[in-house]
């Protein structure tokens, strides 16, 4: 499955955006995704993940209750609404996906190229 991620910019602090993942050349429907981001000098990191059929997610602690990780399996697209941003939520955002049915953080198998999300202070 090939993995665009978008939506990404340039943002001041307390602001929000909307990160989209559109997926093709595989069953979106199979395929548990997540959002992971990376910062400059920082290991990449998990966001957020949300199950196959789109029932249950999970999210890193740092943005519970700002980012939410959505899915629609007619338009094969994940989005990643992020709310309330902070300075320390810059970085490359991007989107992967595991052929799995439950949500998972982590042994991904498909990537996307990242986006740049900056939040100013």
Do not use: H
């Amino acid at each position: 499955v090939q993995l665009q991620a978008s939506g990404g910019g340039l943002v001041q602090a307390g602001g929000s955006l909307r990160l989209s993942c559109a997926a093709s050349g595989g069953t979106f429907s199979a395929y548990a995704m997540g959002w992971f981001r990376q910062s400059p000098g920082k290991e990449r990191e998990f966001v957020a993940a949300i199950s196959a059929s789109g029932i249950t997610t999970y999210y890193e602690r740092s943005v519970e209750g700002r980012f939410t990780i959505s899915r629609d399996n007619v338009k094969n697209t994940a989005v990643l609404q992020m709310d309330s941003l902070k300075p320390e939520d810059t970085a490359v955002y991007y989107c992967a996906a595991r052929m799995l049915s439950e949500v998972v953080i982590d042994n991904y198998d498909y990537w996307g190229v990242g986006t740049q999300v900056t939040v100013s202070s």
